[in-house]
């Protein structure tokens, strides 16, 4: 006995049955509506006597109902089993939206097979084995074939069929992860069918009709393996809210963006090309700034040594260092103070003064720390203003 009858008359919430076996909070009926776990759906819940079941496993084609708590009927008894409408209605649909996104697929990926299959709470995923990238065209296109085959109502059915004429059937898809078990000790085989859509060996619970499903909203996809692509969606209230959510944030885009949502891909694509165009230009005109500014650094003369020395603001230790490197020219050394919250210092020198020594002077006066090579030193963490640091260095 398996979940045979949840599968066959997934609308049935409430049975009668005899206990046929109790180990501890364990129990097993002679015959149960209860789905136990498998194929990548999960249990059912729910409450047999009056005790809550937790989860329900098959084991070596029993099933066993896993109670919160050791029962208060014993072997032999008449028993009530209620399944959780909401639970089971949720794992329904879902279960049919994953055929029916199965079956879009067959729409528009090449070499399609089936790498697996799981319900969640909160959604659904669905492995495809396909060479067609999955990119965000094809989630779009997919969402919109599911969300349309559920409008068309499209009747769902399911039969038992030789294995052998399951196998010649081309259009049927096998889940090889999970339906590899209903082969081995069996002659035939499940097929669930969506009129005209899509054909899949599974012994899950599903709806009559699409229609049922409701909403789906694709989530995202990734990579769980090498020829995989999983799609994860999700149907009902948190397919609602899902949208909704997306929604308010394309409307905050647009209102951002100043356009609607009509235009909000092309519009971001263009303010984004501007900014990168924009910050080109930016960098550009501070090189320039920048290399003029030290191109009017004073000359000074210090120990028979040709010295520029001057100070810069708005630009980082590193803009400067490059710059400086550039800016010497003739002089034996150039000395670029940094006016920032951190001032900091620069020293790019021909080798005759070692740069780091230099740097060594300004914070041992001032404080602050550095070091570098004899013809490029940097120090940071300077503890004077620049025009104080500069003084020190004009003398
Ligand atoms: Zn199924």
Redesign the pocket.
Known sequence: MSSALASDNPTVRAFEASVTDIDGTAVVLDETYFYAEG?GQPSDRGVLGDTEVVHVREVDGAVVHELASEPDFSVGDEVTGVVDDDFRTYCMRA??A??VLYGAARHIFDDLGYGGFGISDEKVRVDFETTTEIDDAALVELERLVNRAVWDTRDVSWEEIPVAEAREREEIAFNVKTEEGVFADSDTVRI?TIEGWDW?A?G?T?VSNTIEIGPLEILGRSNPGEGLTRVEFTVGPSAIDHRADIQQSAYEAASALGTNLEDLGSVATTAVEARNELESELRDLKAEVLSSRLAQFETVERDGMMWKVGSVAGFDANEVGEAAKAARGDADVIVAVGESSAPFVVVASAGDIAAGDVVSEVTDEFGGGGGGSPTFAQGGGIGAPADEVLAFLQN
């Open positions: 194929g279960h049919t994953s055929h669930v899949a599974c899950g599903h």
